[in-house]
Each structure stands twice: as C-alpha cells, then as structure tokens.
C-alpha cells in the first residue's frame, strides 16, 4: 500500500491557487481539496462579517485533521503566511504522509492585488489590501522553510499572461532550476 499524500498549494492571495484547481481539475479531484475561501463563501451568509473566514479556517483545520488521523491522501489551498499550514506538514509526515508542495508565485504583490479586484468585480471574495501586502513576503519566507520538507515540489511563475511557467521542480534533497529563475523564486533557492 503506498503512502498518503498531503499536497499543499501555496502562494499569495490573488496568485491563481483556485484558477489551477480548477483548470487542473481531473488532477486535484483523486483527493478531496481543501479551500478555506470556497468554505468561506458556502458559510458567508450564517455568519456576521469576517466570522465565515475564521470559521472556514477551522473547518479546514478540522477536516484536515480527520483526514491525517484516516490516513487518507488531500489537498489544501492556503496563502501560507503563517505556520499553521508548516504544522500540518510535519504532523503529516509524522504520521506516514509523503508531502508535495506546488507554489504559485508572482514577480510582485501588484500583480495580485489587480487580480483580487478583478476577482471582486466578478463577484469573487475581497482580500483587503493591507492583509495582501503583509502576505506577500511572509508566504515566501514560509515557502523557504516548506520547501526543503517536501518529498516533491513544483514552483510556478503565474506573473504574466502567459499563465504558469515551470520555475524548479524536484524534492527535498534537490531542486533542479529553469534559468532564468525569477525574483521571488531566487529568494527561495538562495535560503536553501
């Protein structure tokens, strides 16, 4: 029997996590994926203003847990910027998971945030800017520390229209580097 899988998707708010899962349904749908947004906006209208995304937050927390404990493969979103989502790493490896971590980056928190509004206008969630701004660098710093736990890992550029760009692919011991490696993703493979 091989080992379960907890795949993490990481990256920004407005970085295009969601848009992949979606594009790349038949992949993500083998295992149950774990959206704190998509809960938020299933629970947005029994709860006051700003209670659905700390009640989402649990919810996934909750159910990720449930899945650990059954020993069963899942996805989760998260704008990993802050340790909660590392935690679950090591709790799930600690009990026999193998980690795949796949990260969405962008060339700045500009791009991000013009994604946001447009998702706003579409009738998406809002991601105050301030919230944004404070993400972005945390999610790379917390990026720095996943990365090296992950038994396979996939980091994507998804600045331009060209959508997302191979940026490195490999495992904890080796990453193998498509020149030229943009910004963002330099801060990463220069802390390893």
């Not at 295992?31 to 809960?39: E, G, N, S, T």
Request: aromatic share 6%; with cysteine.
């Amino acid at each position: 029997m091989s080992a379960p899988v907890l795949t993490i998707l990481a990256g920004s708010n407005g970085c295009g996590k969601s848009t992949l899962t979606s594009s790349a349904r038949e992949e993500f749908q083998n295992a149950p994926v774990l959206d704190p947004d998509a809960i938020a906006k299933s629970i947005r209208d029994t709860l006051p203003e700003g209670g659905s995304d700390i009640e989402a937050g649990k919810r996934v927390l909750l159910r990720a847990e449930e899945l650990i404990d059954k020993q069963q493969s899942f996805t989760v979103e998260t704008t990993l910027s802050g340790s909660t989502y590392l935690r679950m790493a090591k709790r799930a490896q600690d009990a026999g998971f193998l980690l795949a971590v796949i990260f969405v980056g962008t060339s700045s928190v500009e791009i991000n945030l013009q994604r946001v509004k447009a998702r706003v206008l579409k009738g998406g969630h809002d991601v105050p800017e301030e919230d944004q701004r404070r993400r972005y660098p945390r999610t790379l710093a917390n990026m720095k520390k996943l990365l090296p736990m992950a038994d396979f890992a996939v980091l994507l550029d998804n600045s331009s229209d060209q959508g997302y760009v191979l940026v490195a692919f490999g495992h904890k011991s080796y990453m193998h580097w498509n020149e030229p490696v943009p910004a963002w993703a330099q801060l990463v493979r220069d802390q390893r």
